[in-house]
């Protein structure tokens, strides 16, 4: 058994160092034929050897990540149907039944396809930047500065994604459990596989480098509105800033870097760069995909799809627009109080049917092209919101809170005990994210930041137990693949 894990495993290697080569563009010539670069290793002449080669090594770091095993579809489903909103309709081992019913092994393929594509990801990054540092003199230095700065925020982006799934949370003991095998070079073989894992807090430490790094070197904005969703920009950085802050339970910092981006006392919009602002109707950003509200999403069309089940709209809409893969528990935020029916994110984008409720926010039919979330507006909103909250700046958090609310019910009052006390407004901020985030992959992480246990669940003849912080199912394994042939692990 360990032969064919130690196989599988050098395959996955081969595979993501594969990927992380950078494109070629040119066609090869004879001599080129005759003697082949080997796979594993990189050739600067011609990946970086013209500025429109760099941008294209820069066009598929965005690329890589957009894979279905990653940010095209499968992290953000993973981290929503661990959680209590979902039921698994179809029982389908392949479309994450395992995440689902909480018990995730090493050797799951979830936990190693998301792990190996991630990794990936981040191995091109780190080969790009090497390639970019040794041929800088072949662009321009202002567009070198920018590319490494959006490497950079890319990185940032893979690790946190990483560390809030499979290490414990940085609250837990102040990141002093073990965390990830922080790969900060570029690899083009298996010589230098062993690495032991860094603490939680060492890879929350690079995460924050690499996103200042990124914030002080990425331009204000690109040139159309299409750029400024799709690629990072310096308020892209300090956007996810706030999200790694409030991961860290520091609430200082959030505010800091929250008050970069959002001005006003009951509109709120960003004062400089990219001018994001909530839009009037809550569904336009799931339709029009590059409004000031989408900060940074993964763009898909039907010539570049996240592929055959990977989509969020297969598995959390309806048939026949989507799989029917899982629908809505009736014990979750759907059925809560606080969620009235005037509420246009109900009316907009919950649908019944075969008696069952189903979340139809991406709505495109086959192929599913609807551009993935990362970072919305909104998820900023309340991030400074809870940090007001925690910090008791109660009228700030307050306002914040009913900006995102009085979006979609512009008649709602919020109840007097609802927001009275810091610790009620805390719930009711929480609260207020399970619904305005539903389906966009935060109730996994938000569960675990916060150290609450993960509620048991039923439906459909299925049943899930409930997860304790203390339990080791209340995060994901190291994948197997890993463990066999990482020696320092």
Same mark, same amino acid.
């Given at each position: 058994m360990k032969n064919i894990n130690i196989k599988v495993h050098k395959h996955y290697l081969l595979k993501m160092a594969f990927l992380a080569l950078p494109f070629t563009f040119a066609a090869c010539d004879t001599d080129e034929l005759l003697n082949p670069v080997p796979e594993t290793s990189i050739s600067d002449k011609n990946a970086f050897d013209t500025p429109e080669r760099i941008l294209?090594?820069?066009?598929?770091?965005?690329?890589?990540?957009?894979?279905?095993?990653?940010?095209?579809?499968?992290?953000?489903i993973y981290n929503e149907i661990r959680g209590e909103e979902y039921i698994n309709r179809l029982t389908n081992g392949v479309t994450g039944l395992q995440t689902w019913q909480q018990n995730v092994q090493s050797g799951t393929n979830e936990v190693q396809n998301l792990w190996g594509a991630a990794y990936a990801s981040i191995n091109r990054i780190n080969v790009f930047l090497k390639g970019l540092e040794d041929n800088k003199a072949k662009v321009d230095p202002a567009l070198y500065t920018q590319y490494q700065a959006e490497a950079k925020f890319l990185r940032a982006l893979c690790y946190h994604s990483l560390v809030t799934l499979?290490?414990?949370?940085?609250?837990?003991?102040?990141?002093?459990?073990?965390?990830?095998?922080?790969?900060?070079?570029?690899? $083009?073989? *298996? !010589?230098?596989?062993?690495? +032991?894992?860094?603490?939680? %807090?060492?890879v929350y430490a690079q995460i924050l480098q690499d996103l200042d790094d990124a914030e002080a070197g990425l331009p204000l904005n690109h040139a159309t509105d299409l750029l400024n969703t799709t690629r990072a920009h310096r308020n892209t950085a300090i956007?996810?800033?706030?999200?790694?802050?409030?991961?860290?339970?520091?609430?200082?910092?959030?505010?800091?870097?929250?008050?970069?981006?959002?001005?006003?006392?009951? $509109?709120? *919009? !960003?004062?400089?760069?990219? +001018?994001?602002?909530?839009? %009037?109707?809550?569904?336009?950003?799931?339709?029009?995909?590059?409004?000031?509200?989408?900060?940074?999403?993964?763009?898909m069309s039907d010539l570049?799809?996240?592929?055959?089940?990977?989509?969020?709209?297969?598995?959390?809409n309806a048939a026949p627009t989507g799989g029917g893969e899982y629908y809505l528990n009736t014990?979750?935020?759907?059925?809560?109080?606080?969620?009235?029916?005037?509420?246009?994110?109900?009316?907009?984008?919950?649908?019944?049917?075969?008696?069952?409720m189903y979340l139809k926010k991406f709505n495109k039919p086959s192929p599913y092209t609807d551009y993935v979330p990362v970072i919305r507006y909104a998820e900023?909103?309340?991030?400074?919101?809870?940090?007001?909250?925690?910090t008791n700046d109660l009228p700030k958090a307050i306002a914040l809170l009913?900006?995102?609310?009085?979006?979609?019910?512009?008649?709602?009052?919020?109840p007097a005990e609802a927001i009275a006390t810091q610790e009620a407004l805390i719930n009711t901020i929480l609260k207020e994210r399970r619904i305005e985030l539903l389906g966009e992959g935060f109730r996994s992480m938000d569960i675990t930041r916060t150290l609450q246990t993960f509620p048991e669940k039923t439906g459909g003849g299925l049943s899930a137990p409930a997860v304790a912080?203390?339990?080791?199912?209340?995060?994901?394994?190291?994948?197997?693949?890993?463990?066999?042939?990482?020696?320092?692990?």
């Amino acid at each position: 058994m360990k032969n064919i894990n130690i196989k599988v495993h050098k395959h996955y290697l081969l595979k993501m160092a594969f990927l992380a080569l950078p494109f070629t563009f040119a066609a090869c010539d004879t001599d080129e034929l005759l003697n082949p670069v080997p796979e594993t290793s990189i050739s600067d002449k011609n990946a970086f050897d013209t500025p429109e080669r760099i941008l294209g090594q820069v066009n598929g770091l965005y690329d890589a990540l957009k894979s279905g095993q990653f940010y095209g579809g499968r992290l953000l489903i993973y981290n929503e149907i661990r959680g209590e909103e979902y039921i698994n309709r179809l029982t389908n081992g392949v479309t994450g039944l395992q995440t689902w019913q909480q018990n995730v092994q090493s050797g799951t393929n979830e936990v190693q396809n998301l792990w190996g594509a991630a990794y990936a990801s981040i191995n091109r990054i780190n080969v790009f930047l090497k390639g970019l540092e040794d041929n800088k003199a072949k662009v321009d230095p202002a567009l070198y500065t920018q590319y490494q700065a959006e490497a950079k925020f890319l990185r940032a982006l893979c690790y946190h994604s990483l560390v809030t799934l499979y290490a414990k949370p940085f609250n837990a003991d102040n990141g002093a459990s073990p965390g990830l095998p922080l790969r900060l070079q570029a690899e $083009t073989s *298996t !010589a230098n596989n062993n690495l +032991a894992r860094s603490t939680v %807090a060492e890879v929350y430490a690079q995460i924050l480098q690499d996103l200042d790094d990124a914030e002080a070197g990425l331009p204000l904005n690109h040139a159309t509105d299409l750029l400024n969703t799709t690629r990072a920009h310096r308020n892209t950085a300090i956007a996810l800033k706030t999200r790694v802050y409030l991961h860290m339970g520091n609430y200082g910092k959030v505010i800091e870097e929250a008050q970069k981006i959002v001005s006003g006392t009951t $509109t709120f *919009t !960003a004062p400089t760069g990219v +001018a994001h602002a909530l839009q %009037a109707d809550v569904a336009v950003p799931f339709v029009n995909y590059t409004t000031t509200e989408s900060i940074f999403s993964m763009p898909m069309s039907d010539l570049d799809v996240p592929g055959t089940q990977n989509q969020l709209g297969f598995y959390f809409n309806a048939a026949p627009t989507g799989g029917g893969e899982y629908y809505l528990n009736t014990a979750g935020i759907v059925n809560d109080p606080a969620w009235p029916d005037t509420d246009a994110r109900k009316t907009n984008f919950i649908v019944t049917e075969g008696g069952n409720m189903y979340l139809k926010k991406f709505n495109k039919p086959s192929p599913y092209t609807d551009y993935v979330p990362v970072i919305r507006y909104a998820e900023v909103l309340l991030n400074y919101a809870e940090a007001a909250a925690r910090t008791n700046d109660l009228p700030k958090a307050i306002a914040l809170l009913s900006a995102v609310r009085q979006r979609s019910d512009a008649s709602y009052i919020f109840p007097a005990e609802a927001i009275a006390t810091q610790e009620a407004l805390i719930n009711t901020i929480l609260k207020e994210r399970r619904i305005e985030l539903l389906g966009e992959g935060f109730r996994s992480m938000d569960i675990t930041r916060t150290l609450q246990t993960f509620p048991e669940k039923t439906g459909g003849g299925l049943s899930a137990p409930a997860v304790a912080p203390s339990s080791s199912d209340y995060v994901w394994p190291m994948p197997s693949t890993e463990i066999a042939t990482n020696k320092d692990l």
